[in-house]
C-alpha cells in the first residue's frame, strides 16, 4: 500500500477514528509524537507526514509541530516555510469553505507567519531567555476549528516553552486582528514574552488555520501535563485542558 498508514486512536471505536490528522516533521522537530499522540488520544487518526513530500495523502487536517526546524538557523520558521510539502499546505488552507485545517504550535506558529499564512511575525522573548513554564490562557474566539470544544472566555493551562515567542505585527494589523474576532488566545497573569497586546494565538479570516505559541499536546493526559488546570484542582501532572484543541477539530470535521 502507498503513502504512510494511519496510526489509529486509542479508541479504535470511537466516531471520531475515521478522521486522519496529519503531523508534519521537519529536520529538528520535537513535538511530532507528541502531537501524534494527542491525536489519539482525542479519538482521531495521526498520519506521519514528511517534509519532502509533494503529497498532503488525504489527510483531513494538519498540524504542524514545535521544535526547532532546521535549527531555526536562518530565521524561526523560515527555512521550513520553503519545504515542497507547505507548498501544498499553503494551498490546501487557501481553499475557500472546503478549505483544509491547519494548526500551527510554536515552531508550528512561526512557519505559518513565515508562510504568510497568518500575519505578524516572532522575535526573541523580550528576556533574550529561553522561557518554560505552564501558562494560564483565555479562549478569544471559541468559534474556529480548533477552539470549538471551548466556552469563550474560557481559561486554560498550557505548557510553554520558547526562544522566539514575541509576536509583533504593526498596529493596524493588530487591530485588524482585534476587531475581526481572529485573536483566538491571549496570555492571562502575566505576558511571558512581550507579545504585542499578550497574544498567544490567532487565525486567519476563515478560522481553519490556527497558530498558538503554548504547547496543548503536552495538556492532554492524566499524568503527563501540568500540575495545575484552570478548571479546578488536579493531582500533580494532571492538567488536561490542552485536549480540547484536538477534540474540536476532530468534531467539526465529523459534524
Not at 514528511?50 to 495523502?57: F, N, P, Q, R, S
Not at 519545504?83 to 515552531?107: H, W, Y
Not at 526562544?163 to 493588530?174: E, H, I, K, P, S
Not at 504547547?215 to 480540547?244: K, M
Amino acid at each position: 500500500m502507498g503513502g504512510p498508514q494511519p496510526v489509529a486512536s486509542n479508541n479504535e471505536d470511537s466516531p471520531l477514528n475515521g478522521v486522519k490528522i496529519g503531523v508534519v516533521t521537519f529536520p529538528g522537530s520535537l513535538d511530532d509524537r507528541d502531537a501524534v499522540r494527542a491525536v489519539r488520544l482525542a479519538g482521531g487518526s495521526a498520519i506521519h507526514l514528511w517534509h519532502g513530500d509533494h503529497d498532503l495523502h488525504d489527510v483531513d487536517a494538519v498540524i504542524i509541530p514545535g521544535g526547532f526546524s532546521y535549527g531555526d538557523y536562518l530565521r524561526a520558521g523560515a527555512i521550513s516555510r520553503f519545504a515542497p510539502l507547505m507548498e501544498q499546505i499553503t494551498a490546501a488552507a487557501s481553499g475557500g469553505a472546503d478549505a483544509l485545517p491547519v494548526l500551527g504550535i510554536c515552531n508550528g506558529f512561526q512557519v505559518l507567519t513565515e508562510a504568510h499564512l497568518l500575519p505578524g511575525s516572532m522575535i526573541k522573548n523580550n528576556s533574550l531567555h529561553f522561557i518554560c513554564r505552564d501558562q494560564r490562557l483565555r479562549v478569544e474566539n471559541a468559534g474556529t476549528f480548533w477552539t470549538s470544544e471551548y466556552a469563550q472566555d474560557e481559561e486554560l493551562v498550557i505548557p510553554l516553552k520558547n526562544q522566539d515567542g514575541q509576536f509583533v505585527a504593526d498596529n493596524r494589523t493588530l487591530d485588524e486582528l482585534e476587531g475581526e474576532g481572529r485573536v483566538v488566545f491571549r496570555y492571562v497573569d502575566g505576558n511571558p514574552n512581550g507579545s504585542r497586546r499578550d497574544i498567544a494565538g490567532i487565525s486567519n479570516i476563515a478560522g481553519n488555520v490556527v497558530g498558538l505559541m503554548p504547547h496543548p499536546e503536552h495538556a492532554v493526559e492524566a499524568g503527563f501535563g501540568p500540575d495545575s488546570s484552570a478548571r479546578g484542582e488536579v493531582g500533580v501532572r494532571g492538567g488536561t485542558d490542552g485536549l480540547g484543541i484536538f477534540t474540536s477539530v476532530l468534531k467539526k470535521l465529523v459534524g
